[in-house]
T-cell receptor, first 111, second 115 residues
Framework: DQQVKQNSPSLSVQEGRISILNCDYTNSMFDYFLWYKKYPAEGPTFLISISSIKDKNEDGRFTVFLNKSAKHLSLHIVPSQPGDSAVYFCAARYTGNQFYFGTGTSLTVIP | DTGVSQDPRHKITKRGQNVTFRCDPISEHNRLYWYRQTLGQGPEFLTYFQNEAQLEKSRLLSDRFSAERPKGSFSTLEIQRTEQGDSAMYLC?????????????FGPGTRLTVL
């Protein structure tokens, strides 16, 4: 039962342009959402998060948007840089500190 | 290096053998998580400790899987009677408690191959 879905397995963007990564979820009880970035041969690294009571959180080049009615969140990276090339996972927290992860989107930023 | 460490990084075993993995969290973190990740998938939650208490274990994959954190510091994940389907990356993560505890710090993982 995939409760967190990332429907785009890959995305290519030109350097300097905006990258938009999308994530959908099914469980309305999720109360916290996170994005992680993963390089090969490393564990995921926390990037940015948002509480379910907010609709936007910004940290430098990274902004996460949450649309609770649509059960959808997105990560915007502006401007995209070649070092942003990695796999991005969205994750959602359920009660009892159980976390559900999406399947990931591989972002390639083309110089 | 004060990050999360996991040992071993790679483990090859034969079907039916038992394996044990170790995770050393960031020292001041009292929450510890185990995940499994298979190819093309995201991390799959297995279990969670708050200090030495295992607060969630219903999502351990079967009764062949068990985890301990006896003194609230390092943790071990054991898989008994391994099967080929257990081949995966096993990730450990830690976090502090409180609001910051949603943000987990992951180790590099242990890659298990069951022949």
């Amino acid at each position: 039962d995939q409760q967190v879905k990332q429907n785009s397995p890959s995305l290519s963007v030109q350097e300097g342009r905006i990258s938009i990564l999308n994530c959908d979820y099914t469980n309305s009880m999720f109360d916290y959402f996170l994005w992680y970035k993963k390089y090969p041969a490393e564990g995921p690294t926390f990037l940015i998060s948002i509480s379910s009571i907010k609709d936007k959180n910004e940290d430098g080049r990274f902004t996460v948007f949450l649309n609770k009615s649509a059960k959808h969140l997105s990560l915007h990276i502006v401007p995209s840089q070649p070092g942003d090339s990695a796999v991005y996972f969205c994750a959602a927290r359920y009660t009892g500190n159980q976390f559900y992860f999406g399947t990931g989107t591989s972002l390639t930023v083309i110089p | 290096d004060t990050g999360v460490s996991q040992d071993p990084r790679h483990k090859i075993t034969k079907r039916g053998q038992n394996v044990t993995f170790r995770c050393d969290p960031i020292s001041e973190h009292n929450r510890l998580y185990w995940y499994r990740q298979t190819l093309g998938q995201g991390p799959e939650f297995l279990t969670y400790f708050q200090n030495e208490a295992q607060l969630e274990k219903s999502r351990l994959l079967s009764d062949r899987f068990s985890a301990e954190r006896p003194k609230g510091s390092f943790s071990t994940l054991e898989i008994q009677r391994t099967e080929q389907g257990d081949s995966a990356m096993y990730l450990c993560a830690s976090s502090p408690s409180g609001l910051a505890g949603n943000e987990q710090f992951f180790g590099p993982g242990t890659r298990l191959t069951v022949l």
